[in-house]
């Protein structure tokens, strides 16, 4: 298997290089369609839509990502889940993998951040995990083809649509790699269409 990318125009990049690193997971920065052609799947991480969105056209990244994100599974992480799914931010250009409606900050600004358990398939039930949510997306719709894996309070949080997997919270900013550890298990098996048990038993 080549190397898991992680997009490194803007946010949270080092954070899940980071949490890779513990899993002994080959991976590289993507900042340039050639970094991304050698690619088996790509991380989006946390940080601000509209400017990663601005960074992916200034660099002529943003049309071979659409691509890319068509045969390789692709996780992203609040701002990263922004841009697989849709908002009615004209600034920000959906990447259309997750059949879902996002409102940017829908959970407040910086000073409404927060950190919550919330109970995710994992393999062998239900487990508990340390969701961050800084300037979160709210996940307001989600459509038929897509999968919801996670709430709190009854909002949806994580999502699975086919080879992708998408998240309100952060989960590189906590020392927690079992979410990065069962999407890149569905990466190895060709199959992350859900965190099942089959996926990460």
Do not use: K
Not at 6 to 34: F, K, N, P, T
Not at 48 to 73: D, I, K, V
Not at 168 to 183: A, G, K, Q, V, Y
Request: net charge negative; charged share 15%.
């Amino acid at each position: 298997m080549g190397p898991v990318g992680i997009l490194a125009l803007q946010g949270a990049y080092q954070q899940h290089a980071d949490l890779l690193d513990r899993l002994g997971v080959e991976w590289c920065w993507v900042r340039s369609a050639q970094e991304l052609a050698v690619c088996v799947a790509l991380i989006l991480p946390g940080g601000e839509s509209t400017a990663m969105t601005h960074l992916l056209h200034t660099r002529g990244l943003f049309e071979p990502l659409r691509s890319f994100a068509q045969t390789h599974p692709i996780m992203g992480s609040c701002a990263g889940l922004i841009l697989m799914g849709h908002t009615d931010d004209a600034r920000v250009h959906s990447l259309d993998v997750l059949d879902i409606q996002v409102a940017r900050n829908g959970y407040g600004r910086q000073l409404q951040s927060f950190q919550s358990g919330i109970d995710v398939e994992l393999g062998q039930g239900m487990e508990r995990f340390p969701a961050v949510f800084i300037r979160a997306p709210r996940i307001i719709r989600v459509g038929a083809a897509a999968t919801v894996l996670a709430r709190h309070n009854d909002h949806p949080v994580l999502v699975a649509q086919g080879r992708h997997l998408g998240m309100s919270f952060h989960p590189e900013l906590t020392d927690d790699t079992r979410i990065h550890r069962c999407w890149l298990e569905g990466v190895s098996a060709g199959a992350m269409h859900t965190l099942s048990r089959e996926a990460c038993a």
